[in-house]
């Protein structure tokens, strides 16, 4: 009986391993990939992979190259060259813009648009490209404070992107388990960096995880249906509670600019204006 059963699950698992096989091979075939361009980061929750490159397919195509530091940029010295004006700019994906070649993105624009600027005084440009998708405003001033230092920039660049950023800065809107957020405590802004515990980020973390999605193409697809499930569920859940709160006759996208009268959304606005304010000491 026992080697029945034995036999019965060495088939099972064989026949797993032969249509994992021959799924690999297929998407191979077809040209899917979904690349993954970053790693589980103590600081932020995740951050971008030094080195990582693939073809990005989604809303645009790009060929996607990661840096030696870990930014969606070309190679920069942490000393700034000589007679440049250095310009760090923060953000979520609109600043990370994998959908775009990189010299067609606002930030390298910058560096162009900018040329022969009297107030320049004949400096030239460098602009410096901080942004990782789906960064709130909490992860941009963490990154400032441990990423964008040593880069001594003249101007500090904070994009904020009202679609989510906002909720972005409110654990209990935002519901991630794997990311940082502040919170306020005796009148004051205070890290809330559970994330680090968190099973999830944990798992993250298991050796040799980020390799084999990195390689395997029927990972990359189960990796790429979950986040889109998880993100049109927090998605449902966000409109739901902007639905109430505005009434079916306002235009759901718009909503965020009203004023809020749900206490989370005062608390989010209230966390995210904050942040704004010492993200701009700080540059300072």
């Known amino acids: 009986m026992v080697k029945q059963w034995a036999s019965h699950i060495a088939l099972v698992l064989s026949g797993c391993c032969v249509a994992f096989v021959l799924a690999e091979i297929g998407l191979r075939v077809l040209g899917v990939s979904y690349p993954y361009f970053y790693l589980p980061d103590d600081l932020t929750g995740y951050a971008h992979k ?5 073809f990005w397919h989604k809303e645009g195509e790009a060929y996607v190259t990661i840096n030696r530091a870990g930014l969606r940029d070309r190679e920069h010295s942490l000393e700034k060259p000589p007679g440049t004006f250095r310009i760090a700019v923060l953000g979520d994906s609109y600043t990370e813009a994998l959908q775009l070649p990189m010299d067609q993105t606002y930030w390298a624009r910058l560096e162009q648009e900018l040329r022969g600027c ?3 005084a004949g400096r030239s440009v460098e602009a410096v490209n901080f942004g990782v998708s789906g960064y709130s405003t909490a992860q941009e001033l963490l990154v400032l404070r441990h990423k964008v230092r040593p880069y001594h920039p003249d101007l ?3 994009a904020l992107f009202t679609g989510n950023d906002i909720r972005g800065n409110s654990r209990e809107l935002d519901g991630d388990s794997v990311r940082p957020y502040y919170a306020f405590k005796d ?3 205070v890290l809330d960096d559970a994330f680090r515990r968190s099973v999830a980020f944990r798992l993250q973390q298991l050796p040799f995880s980020s390799e084999a999605f990195e390689f395997s193409r029927v990972l990359q697809l189960i990796r ?3 986040y889109r499930l998880k993100g049109a569920l927090n998605e449902a859940v966000h409109q739901r509670r902007m639905k109430a709160e505005a009434g079916p006759e306002i235009d759901l996208d718009a909503t965020v600019y009203l004023e809020p009268t749900d206490p989370l959304w005062t608390e989010a606005w209230t966390i995210t204006e904050a942040l704004v304010v010492l993200t701009k ?3 300072e």
């Open 224 to 226: 790429e249906a979950k």
């Open 156 to 158: 500090v660049l904070l």
């Open 50 to 54: 030094p080195g990582a490159r693939g």
């Open 118 to 120: 009297p107030a320049l």
């Open 187 to 189: 009148g004051g802004l």
């Open 281 to 283: 000491r700080e540059a």
